[in-house]
Structures are given as structure tokens and as C-alpha cells.
């Protein structure tokens, strides 16, 4: 068990994480930045088959496992089953980490400080023609300054502001089974992210005995 561990307090440089235990690995150069590609998610790892768009449009997010001692931030999505990692699009100027910040105080009325770059996710949705491209970062809440601010989809889809140490957050999302086709997509992305997060804190504690 690991529920007294912070995971942004381990110091852990993140390629180091990323060369052990992540599959993909690949820096890679999306929108003129140079990140460490994590994965590229599919319709043949959601549904099993290939689906191919004419055309693909663009959008860039960026995404945080947000820590508040011991526990992290989720958003419960209950009209549609799954829980997600707080996050969202860039808005047009907006730099990677400070979309981050605004996206982290909306969705869970805390201010945050953006700690570590882990590297980005890529997710071809053929049904929708999207390629989007997450940047996913730790992140510390420092300070909670409102209650969440979700959106009008957002409150419709019955979003909730949950925190719980990383044992059950892996054993809840696990479990699920999302109902829709975006939420098939993001939580395979938030789930796979959650367990390189698992395995960050995992080594950092090795490292320390």
C-alpha cells in the first residue's frame, strides 16, 4: 500500500520512468514541441478494429495527475461510467502549462503547481476523424481557492469532483466499463497514465530503502 506516499514529492526524473516501464517510447514532435510520446491509442485498442478518416483535424489538451498528499484528483463521469484525470483543450494562445492551471482550478477549485512533464499521449479517434495530443504533467494542489466550475456538457454527463489514494483509484477504474465512445477513449488513456504514476511511486520507494 502506498497511501502516505506524495507522488510529486519522490523527485523523480520522468524518462527514467518511461524507459522501464512504459511500452512506447518515442520523442516525437507534435505542434513544434518535442515530447516523449507515452502511447498511441487507437480503435483497434478500444474496439478491436481499424477505422480509417479522410481526414484527421487536430487538437491539442493537456492533462494532470494531481496530487493532494496522499491522494489524487478524479472526475467521476456517473451519466457514463468512468472516472478521468483532471484536464482539457488549449484554448488558442494558451501555453501547455497554464491551460493546465485553468483547467485544474475549473474543474476542481484548486490552484496547482505544474511539477513534472511526463511526456504525451496521442489518441486517433477514426469515428470522430480527431488526432489529439495530451500533455501530461504532475501536479501539486496548493491551494483551494472555489468549489469546481464544469461546464454545461460537463454537468450534464454528471461530472464530480473525487479524491482517493492511488490503490483505489487503479482498483476502481479497472472495474469499469465506460458507455460511450469518447469515454471508451479516455479512460484506456487516464488508466494507463494512472498506472505509470503507480509505478513512479513504486520505484521511488525501492529507491529509497
Not at 56 to 76: K, N, V
Amino acid at each position: 500500500m502506498v497511501r502516505s506516499t506524495c507522488i510529486t514529492c519522490l523527485h523523480l526524473h520522468p524518462t527514467e520512468l518511461i524507459v522501464k516501464n512504459v511500452r512506447y517510447f518515442i520523442k516525437f514532435s507534435y505542434y513544434g514541441v518535442d515530447m516523449i510520446e507515452l502511447a498511441t491509442i487507437t480503435d483497434m485498442e478500444i474496439l478491436g478494429v481499424e477505422r480509417k478518416a479522410a481526414v484527421l483535424h487536430g487538437r491539442e489538451a493537456a492533462r494532470a495527475i494531481l496530487s493532494r498528499g496522499s491522494d489524487i484528483a478524479l472526475l467521476w463521469v456517473s451519466k457514463l461510467g468512468y472516472h478521468k484525470l483532471p484536464g482539457g483543450g488549449l484554448e488558442d494562445g494558451e501555453e501547455r502549462t497554464g491551460a493546465l492551471a485553468r483547467e485544474i482550478l475549473e474543474e476542481t477549485g484548486w490552484e496547482a503547481d505544474i511539477e513534472e512533464e511526463l511526456g504525451m499521449t496521442v489518441e486517433i479517434r477514426g469515428e470522430f476523424g480527431l488526432r489529439q495530443v495530451s500533455y501530461v504533467y504532475l501536479a501539486q494542489a496548493s491551494k483551494k481557492v472555489a468549489r469546481p466550475s464544469f461546464t454545461k456538457k460537463e454537468m450534464s454527463q454528471g461530472f464530480e469532483l473525487r479524491w482517493m489514494n492511488i490503490d483505489e483509484a487503479l482498483k476502481m477504474m479497472e472495474n469499469e466499463e465506460p458507455k460511450d465512445y469518447e469515454g471508451k477513449f479516455v479512460h484506456h488513456r487516464d488508466l494507463f497514465l494512472l498506472k505509470m504514476a503507480y509505478s513512479l511511486i513504486m520505484d521511488g520507494l525501492s529507491s529509497q530503502k
